[in-house]
């Protein structure tokens, strides 16, 4: 018999012999079991993405966009727009191929803010710049259509955040940033159906975005703001809400309120979409007055005693 075969052997006897024999050995085997827990160990005590499950989240909005206006008002727009105000400088560059992501575009940024925030407000804190949830949850909530062009107009959307670049000196809490970035860092399809229509989607916010929410930089929107077919009347609203809020009006000159919007229609076509939404009574929250001669309009809140929080 060979030197290896005889050990193998010898080690066979030694584990079927009697516990007498070597008295330790069972001890140990035990005394190992007692210490092996019948769990496993925590392999990833901490997510490294946010699950946005919430369903009955206020909208929110962050305070930077609202004021100055990073989304173009046309799908596709591929001109570079210059905004400055204030001391504040914003240029928003766009993807050569997808153009500029559009105000619509922003229900993404939207639903991801106002998730992240409820959760905070609930005190959950596995809070993430990174955002799954699933695509027709977003779709139901932010009041789109659930056909498979939905789904497609989503990916569309969604490189078009990612394509838009902006350059400016926004400050954000603590923060001032001057460069430029993009509305999204990144996003990926994590899951699709049998008919490869996306399922769950992940979403990575960009960091100064992410500063502001979790400073609570946000104001809540009327969730009929998702209603609201027209661009500029979703950019007027975010206006009226950022600058009215809680006050009993807000006035502001026409040419003023034209390049806040970011419109880019001469002012006598933005003059007459301002009468047509005055016209219409439908902006959720405020009401609407132009005065021609003096070329200014008053945004009120429709019910004083409403409070937005």
């Given amino acids: ?40 160990p925590i392999r990833h005590p901490q997510k490294d993405f946010f699950v946005a499950d919430i369903f009955d989240a206020a909208p929110k909005d962050d305070t930077a966009s609202m004021e100055h206006p990073l989304f173009a008002l046309k799908a596709g727009d591929k001109r570079v727009r210059t905004y400055e105000r204030n001391g504040v400088k914003v240029e928003i560059r766009p993807d050569a191929k997808y153009g500029c992501a559009s105000i619509h575009d922003k229900d993404i940024w939207i639903y991801c803010i ?58 954000t809490p603590g923060y001032r940033k001057r460069g430029g970035f993009g509305l999204i860092d990144s996003w990926e399809v994590i899951e699709r159906d049998q008919d490869d229509t996306m399922v769950a989607v992940e979403v990575t916010l960009p960091d100064w975005l ?4 979790k400073s609570k930089q946000v104001l809540t929107l009327s969730r009929d703001y ?19 809020g809680k006050q009993s009006q807000w ?24 009468r047509d939404l005055v016209e219409s009574n439908e902006l959720p929250d405020y009401l609407v007055e132009f005065d021609a001669e003096s070329d200014m309009v008053t945004f009120h809140p429709r019910n004083m005693s409403y409070r937005l929080k």
């Fill in 1 to 40: 018999m060979s030197l290896f075969a005889q050990r193998a052997v010898e080690s066979q006897n030694r584990t079927n012999a009697p516990s007498e024999l070597y008295p330790n050995h069972s001890e140990r085997n035990m005394d190992f079991q007692k210490r092996l827990s019948h769990l496993q």
């Fill in 114 to 171: 106002s998730q992240m925030v409820e959760a905070m407000n609930r005190g959950r804190e596995d809070i993430s710049r990174t955002v799954r949830f699933t695509a027709y949850d977003f779709l139901t909530v932010t009041n789109r259509d659930t056909s498979g062009r939905a789904y497609e107009r989503m990916s569309d959307a969604l490189e078009r955040l990612k394509g838009t670049t902006i350059a400016t000196n926004i400050e």
């Fill in 210 to 213: 992410y500063r502001s929410i």
């Fill in 226 to 244: 998702f209603r609201l077919r027209k661009p500029l009347d979703r950019r007027i609203y975010e206006l009226a809400r950022k600058h009215c």
């Fill in 251 to 274: 006035q502001v000159g026409l040419a003023v309120l034209h390049e806040k919007t970011g419109s880019t229609d001469a002012l006598r076509n933005f003059r007459g979409a301002i």
